[in-house]
């Protein structure tokens, strides 16, 4: 089945340094990708919508500065966060799903940022 | 704005018991409707994908119905076991962006 691959799956950064976030998806093309938080014991929120060589749709309340999305590639979306605070430390997952809207989303295992 | 509601919050049984978990939706135009399963501090696995025009969907121990027109989706699970411990997810994917909308998941928990 397809796959979608994240990486890292953990990450401790220092406060102000600049975290990168890789989604691949394995075996299949993604034109959009999906960028989610999730806090403890709360639902995934969704953060951004990635379209392959545009720019990125953020929810509101996303602060798109922060939060850099690139999905330069049909198989290649990134978040970074940057200049990152202690706030920031959440569960990041992202999802892809192929070219079919009816197909189903497909979802990487997630990355644990920690900042201290 | 669509919003997904999930019922229970948590849910406790012991093995062997048939469950139900619920969602329920605002929004009846979605394009489909999916059920994932999270382990702590895991990502999301897909359980059942029900399109739009289905009523049901089966996997195993695992029955998925949607009753579109009434905002409404079960999640059966026969036979439950304690490997069925997990927060459920319930997602509606509608609009013209495809954005997916999550519920708040149930937290099932099997007692052996």
């Known amino acids: 089945g397809a796959v979608v691959s994240q990486h890292p799956s953990r990450v401790i950064c220092k406060s102000g340094t600049s975290v990168k976030i890789e989604c691949r998806s394995l075996?299949?093309?993604?034109?959009?990708m999906f960028w989610y938080r999730q806090f403890p014991k709360q639902s995934l929120m969704l953060m951004a919508t990635?379209?392959?060589?545009?720019?990125?749709?953020?929810e509101q309340g996303v602060e798109k500065d922060k939060f850099l999305i690139n999905h330069a590639s049909l198989t290649l979306s990134t978040l970074t966060v940057t200049s990152a605070h202690p706030e920031d430390s959440s569960f990041y997952i992202c999802?892809?799903?192929?070219?079919?809207?009816?197909?189903?989303?497909?979802f990487g295992n997630g990355t644990r940022l920690t900042v201290t | 704005k669509q919003e997904v509601t999930q019922i229970p919050a948590a849910l406790s049984v012991p093995e062997g018991e048939n469950l139900v978990l619920n969602c329920s939706f605002t929004?009846?135009?979605?394009?489909?409707l999916q059920w994932f399963r999270q382990d702590p501090g895991k990502g999301l696995t897909s359980l059942l994908l029900?399109?739009?025009?289905?009523r049901e969907q089966t996997s195993g121990r695992l029955n998925a119905s949607l009753d579109k027109s009434s905002g409404r989706s079960t999640l059966y699970i026969a036979a439950s076991q304690p490997g069925d411990s997990a927060t459920y997810l319930c997602?509606?994917?509608?609009?013209?962006?495809?954005?997916?909308?999550f519920g708040k998941g149930t937290l099932l928990t099997v007692n052996p």
């Open positions: 999802s892809a799903r192929d070219l079919s809207a009816n197909s189903p989303l497909h």
């Open positions: 075996d299949f093309q993604a034109t959009t």
């Open positions: 990635s379209n392959e060589g545009s720019k990125a749709t953020y």
């Open positions: 929004d009846s135009a979605i394009y489909n």
């Open positions: 029900i399109q739009s025009s289905q």
């Open positions: 997602a509606v994917i509608g609009g013209s962006n495809y954005k997916l909308t």
